[in-house]
């Protein structure tokens, strides 16, 4: 049975336990500090301190693209331990890397390498990568993982709810934000990635009522087959959100997971998100 | 950092190996110089002010891999910078950047030293390469720049092939691409600004003809402060901005020059009133022109009017300052939305500026001003519904006095589709505004919009106008008066005890954020003063203070 292995990149968020047991290859995001560059790979940057150093810096972090070099470097490795790869990034709309896997794939070997747009990004994406392992263990071949990526993605839904306007102000880079925020008071806006973007799903004025809005869109899309519940620094919260659902969530296929600095940069700290998937029916 | 003391090839017509390896550095150190500008100029593929950084890197990157080598040859040098730029890429522009170096090099391979055909050969394949490095080449970017680049320089080595004069003309035709980006790049346009990736390899570019000319690279004690230190420098007093620099002459009678002073300084900031009983001059710098013009008209006449817009001011020095042929500073993105066919409006019925500011702000597109004692008629509501370029429209008439006439209007807009979401107080608007869809079905937008205006408790604090006894609450004429959802709640001589009274009643305790918007007759430091009693009394909750800009209400509440 050839063997086939999944690579993606850092946004993913996938825990470490699930990358180790699929052995999945990561190419690490960076975030910068002024010109101090960190790879987010839990080594050089910790997301904990990530997130203690957003809310004290006076220039926000950027993130940014692993270099193509890296990225080729994760692939030819790869490409050694296995006779094909599924390189599976973060949703090109939402990033250069994207680009960087698909230039890396060109320069590796195209003809062992299946590049798939994840139109995801946290564990939107993650799911895609594990479900996508799952298969390759059972023995599936690229061309019928890439037929299921597909047909999987419209049934992946990825909402946040962000604590503050604050961050996404600074950063500016969610285009509509300018539209229908304002500034004369704070608003908490629920966002959601659909079709590879990111869009405005609601705004709310509280916390409670941002957490319920959570809770709504979820059981709207029940009954769910995996679900992770996403958080910028706020693991009570987290749990709060994943006790509200016990009775939809499934009983595997779970996780909490605390999310993407390239996500996190705009949404700073207390944002709580879900990433589920919702069963083929 | 750059090695300046042989700053001269020896012959202009070839090129080796460590004098690529110095012009990258001299590239490199021009980027330095200015890689904050490049950062502002940055939005387009996104906003987020890292082009110059990302570029910087790679270049550091690219010198750093090449720097153990810088005597080889020249193909090998180049192929080092082209590796380190590849390893160290960050971002968008890094790895088109790390693509120009790749083709550069791929046309300099087994190469000892670079003649003019060498470089215009290597242009091009820099050009080629980088445009196949983007999924979809988008024009008046970085890649343009590039391309004109090696344009310029295939034209150029028709008439020499010293390699100065055809980077020299290099230089200006990248210059001269980058100006025009705008013209091929819409979001440039509207930004106002040139293109961030372009601008870097400009720079990039430049560096390396200052270098062979023997200019400094390092940007000496006069060269212009890079825009970002400037603005840090020159910070506004608040985050707002700068606002507005206020100027007039009141005229009346008995005027009181200290009472006019406290007033007008507690509207701004560098406050200047001098004057006596029938004339004061008033210099304010303040964010609203409008609230102490409307003082001084409620003191007398007011004339020898000026206000200046700081905030223009401040950006026409930055631009002046700022060593740079386009404005650097890119402009919050204006509030407002374009609607059009489908899309669902709204129209609010609004009192106050600060609260119809509020509305604008969050979507409402046609604005009715009335309220309480100032209804607005039937036709003034169908005028707004017309206006709005859309076929379905969401109401919001924000009065319980004013919901007929808003139906009535929605029946006579016969060629829309108009729904009357009943708020029946501005915070129930607000709150109904907040999950507006412009792209939804209107159907559902209007259910999700009627349940939400729910989701608030509205207070209101005014003046009693007749004395009466009501819900058992004794009023007498002039006092003040709290209502909680529109019904008379309590009465009283002190605005802070019957703001307590009514938040009480609010069931405040039970909520997590208790919004203050305050009216006209109230002054920014007594609403600061009263919100923050207010605070001490319900330290859980979160407050709010925001302007509403109302007449007859001081305070209008929301709690949620």
């Given at each position: 049975m050839p063997r086939i292995l999944i690579m993606t990149d850092s946004t993913c968020d996938l825990p470490a336990e699930w990358v180790r047991q699929y052995d999945i290859r990561v190419v690490p995001t960076y975030v910068q500090f002024d010109l101090e560059s960190l790879a987010?790979?839990?080594?050089?940057?910790?997301r904990a301190d990530f997130y203690r150093r957003l809310v004290s810096v006076s220039t926000l972090p950027t993130t940014s693209a692993p270099p193509l070099g890296q990225t080729i470097e994760v692939m030819t490795q790869a490409l050694k331990d296995a006779d094909h790869v599924i390189a599976l990034p973060v949703s090109s709309l939402l990033s250069a890397i994207y680009n960087i896997f698909r230039l890396a794939t060109e320069r590796t070997d195209p003809s062992r390498v299946t590049l798939i747009d994840s139109r995801m990004v946290s564990m939107g994406l993650g799911w895609e990568v594990v479900i996508a392992a799952e298969m390759a263990q059972a023995g599936a071949s690229p061309q019928e993982i890439e037929a299921a990526m597909l047909d999987l993605q419209p049934r992946i839904s990825l909402w946040a709810a962000l604590d503050t306007l604050k961050y996404l102000r600074r950063s500016g880079?969610?285009?509509?934000?300018?539209?229908?925020?304002?500034?004369?008071f704070d608003i908490k806006p629920v966002v959601s990635v659909s079709g590879g973007e990111v869009l405005s799903q609601s705004r709310v004025r509280t916390s409670k009522r941002a957490f319920q809005t959570l809770v709504d869109l979820a059981r709207q899309h029940a009954p769910i087959e995996r679900l992770a519940v996403l958080h910028t620094q706020y693991l009570d919260g987290a749990r709060q959100l994943f006790d509200a659902l016990a009775d939809i969530h499934p009983n595997t296929a779970v996780a909490i997971v605390d999310v993407t600095p390239v996500i996190g940069v705009h949404v700073g700290p207390n944002g709580l998100g879900l990433a589920v998937v919702r069963r083929n029916r | 950092m750059t090695d300046q003391s042989s700053p001269q090839p020896a012959e202009n017509t070839v090129c080796d190996g460590h004098t690529l390896y110095q012009l990258a550095l001299a590239g490199c150190d021009w980027l330095d110089q200015h890689h904050a500008i490049v950062n502002q100029l940055n939005v387009f593929p996104v906003p987020d002010g890292d082009t110059g950084t990302n570029m910087l890197m790679t270049m550091r990157n690219a010198i750093k891999e090449a720097s153990d080598n810088e005597h080889a040859h020249i193909g090998q040098v180049a192929a080092h910078l082209a590796h380190g730029a590849m390893m160290g890429s960050r971002g968008n522009s890094g790895t088109i950047l790390s693509q120009l170096w790749q083709g550069f090099a791929h046309a300099l391979k087994d190469q000892p030293t670079l003649t003019a055909e060498l470089l215009v050969k290597g242009l091009r394949q820099a050009s080629d390469t980088a445009y196949r490095g983007v999924i979809k080449p988008v024009e008046g970017t970085i890649l343009t720049v590039s391309r004109e680049v090696a344009e310029e320089a295939e034209e150029a080595y028709q008439d020499t092939d010293d390699v100065i004069d055809i980077l020299a003309c290099v230089v200006d035709r990248a210059k001269d691409a980058l100006a025009r980006t705008p013209e091929m790049l819409p979001i440039l346009q509207k930004a106002g600004v040139v293109d961030s990736g372009g601008s870097g390899l400009t720079y990039i570019l430049e560096g390396m003809l200052r270098f062979v000319r023997g200019e400094a690279v390092i940007a000496a004690e006069t060269a212009a402060v890079p825009v970002e230190d400037l603005a840090a420098a020159l910070a506004p007093e608040d985050e707002m901005g700068y606002g507005y620099d206020v100027q007039f002459i009141i005229q009346g009678d008995n005027l009181n020059v200290n009472v006019v002073r406290s007033a007008i300084d507690a509207m701004g900031w560098s406050t200047l009133v001098v004057g006596n009983e029938s004339a004061v001059k008033v210099h304010v710098h303040v964010h609203d022109p409008g609230i102490p013009l409307s003082y001084g008209v409620s003191l007398g006449a007011i004339s020898d009017i000026v206000v200046e817009n700081m905030q223009e001011q401040f950006h026409e020095y930055l631009r002046e300052r700022a060593d740079q042929p386009a404005p650097d500073l890119i402009e919050a993105s204006p509030f407002g939305i374009e609607l059009a066919g489908d899309d669902i409006g709204v129209v609010a019925v609004v009192s106050g500026e600060g609260l119809a500011r509020v509305f604008q702000q969050l979507g409402a597109t046609e604005l009715v001003m009335g309220g309480q004692t100032n209804n607005p008629s039937t036709q003034e509501i169908l005028e707004a519904i017309q206006r709005l370029p859309v076929r379905n429209v969401i109401l919001l008439p924000n009065n319980k006095n004013i919901i007929l006439a808003a139906e009535q209007a929605a029946r006579l807009a016969t060629d829309q589709e108009v729904i009357v979401?009943?708020?029946?107080s501005m915070p129930q608007g607000i709150s109904a505004l907040l999950p507006y869809d412009p792209q939804g079905e209107l159907d559902m937008v209007a259910d999700a919009m009627m349940q939400a205006k729910d989701d608030v408790v509205t207070g209101e604090i005014t003046t009693a106008t007749r004395s009466v006894e009501l819900n058992g609450v004794q009023v007498n004429q002039g006092q003040i008066i709290g209502l909680v959802d529109g019904v008379l709640a309590t009465a009283g001589d002190n605005l802070n005890q019957v703001m307590q009274d009514v938040l009480a009643q609010m069931q405040a305790l039970d909520c997590e954020l208790i919004t203050l918007y305050y009216g006209e007759d109230i002054l920014k430091p007594d609403a600061e003063e009263l919100a923050e009693s207010l605070r001490q009394v319900y330290p859980d909750q979160e407050f709010e203070l925001v302007y509403g800009g109302q007449p007859h209400y001081y305070f209008i509440l929301s709690a949620e």
């Open positions: 987010d790979d839990g080594v050089e940057l910790v880079r969610v285009g509509w934000a300018a539209a229908m925020l304002g500034d004369l | 979401v009943p708020t029946r």
